[in-house]
């Protein structure tokens, strides 16, 4: 289960990481007293907006924060039940879900067609593939 936690850690980081760059584009945009303030003129019915690449950014970090405590259960419900689970098994499959997080933030970010989803779908089945394990 080593393997499995070291993973759950990696994407716990990363998790925290990936709203950086779109919080700097926030930065560069609004200037730094409307930053500071969180107030920039109009605010909230208008805001300025940041540029799509920072939108992309900040829409695959909620995706990440939306799928995270599914993959932080079934890790977790693996290590409470050493005697059901191949701890081997679970490792392998919490760095796919690990990898094809950082391949969906990098795709996402960068707007590449097709392998969005994809690379979602692969982290998704490796939460159900852990799941299917403690089950």
């Known amino acids: 289960m080593e393997q499995a936690f070291q993973y759950l850690a990696l994407a ?3 998790t925290v990481l990936m709203w950086v760059p779109y919080i700097l584009a926030r930065l560069a945009v609004w200037g730094l007293k409307d930053f500071v303030t969180n107030y920039p003129k109009g605010f909230p019915t208008t805001e300025p907006e940041p540029p799509l690449w920072a939108q992309r950014t900040k829409r695959a970090h909620l995706n990440m924060v939306e799928t995270l405590p599914a993959f932080v259960a079934v890790v977790i419900a693996a290590a409470m039940l050493p005697d ?6 679970v490792g392998h499959w919490a760095a796919v879900f ?17 392998l969005r989803t994809p690379s979602y779908l ?11 394990q403690v089950a």
């Open 12 to 14: 716990g980081v990363f």
């Open 98 to 114: 690990y990898y094809a997080r950082v391949v969906h933030y990098i795709v996402y970010s960068l707007g590449i067609p097709y």
């Open 84 to 89: 059901r689970v191949d701890a081997e098994f």
């Open 122 to 132: 692969v982290s998704w089945a490796a939460i159900l593939a852990i799941g299917i």
